[in-house]
């Protein structure tokens, strides 16, 4: 009885840390990301193994490209200061550049799946934009 008991509190705990686990896996989010998937070949082009944003990218939406800890926009480079992950949401703090300023910026991410993440607006309730993994 005493070794079934053991045996069964060994299964607890192995499928308690398995889920531990799956649940504190980080979010990847590497990779270039659009604000429709269909516009993905309008917005992003890949030039000598690099994504970049394809000319006139701006008449076809708004998309992002994360590598690491930098975000790259069309009009600012922002290097991710730090993450905050609770559950499917990530909150990320950001030092971003553009030509004529420097600001840090906060980002709300809520991840749909591993290809889609909805971005929402703190300082603009109820306001939010859903992005999509361009594959290429």
Same mark, same amino acid.
């Given at each position: 009885m005493c070794r079934a008991f053991r045996l069964a509190g060994a299964?607890?705990?192995l499928g308690s840390s398995i889920f531990s686990v799956a649940e504190a896996r980080a979010i990847e989010l590497?990779?270039?990301w659009a604000g429709h998937a269909d516009l993905c070949s309008q917005v992003f082009t890949k030039?000598?193994?690099r994504v970049e944003y394809a000319e006139f990218s701006e008449l076809f939406g708004s998309g992002? %490209? =994360?590598d690491g800890?930098? =975000?790259r926009g069309r009009a600012a480079t922002c290097t991710i200061k730090s993450r905050k992950q609770e559950g499917d949401s990530l909150e990320l703090s950001a030092?971003?550049?553009s030509s004529i300023m420097t600001q840090d910026v906060r980002f709300s991410?809520? %991840?749909i799946n591993d290809d889609t993440i909805s971005r929402s607006f703190p300082e603009i309730a109820g306001m939010s934009l859903n992005y999509t993994r361009c594959k290429f």
């Amino acid at each position: 009885m005493c070794r079934a008991f053991r045996l069964a509190g060994a299964a607890v705990m192995l499928g308690s840390s398995i889920f531990s686990v799956a649940e504190a896996r980080a979010i990847e989010l590497t990779g270039a990301w659009a604000g429709h998937a269909d516009l993905c070949s309008q917005v992003f082009t890949k030039k000598d193994g690099r994504v970049e944003y394809a000319e006139f990218s701006e008449l076809f939406g708004s998309g992002f %490209i =994360i590598d690491g800890d930098r =975000i790259r926009g069309r009009a600012a480079t922002c290097t991710i200061k730090s993450r905050k992950q609770e559950g499917d949401s990530l909150e990320l703090s950001a030092a971003c550049a553009s030509s004529i300023m420097t600001q840090d910026v906060r980002f709300s991410l809520k %991840i749909i799946n591993d290809d889609t993440i909805s971005r929402s607006f703190p300082e603009i309730a109820g306001m939010s934009l859903n992005y999509t993994r361009c594959k290429f």
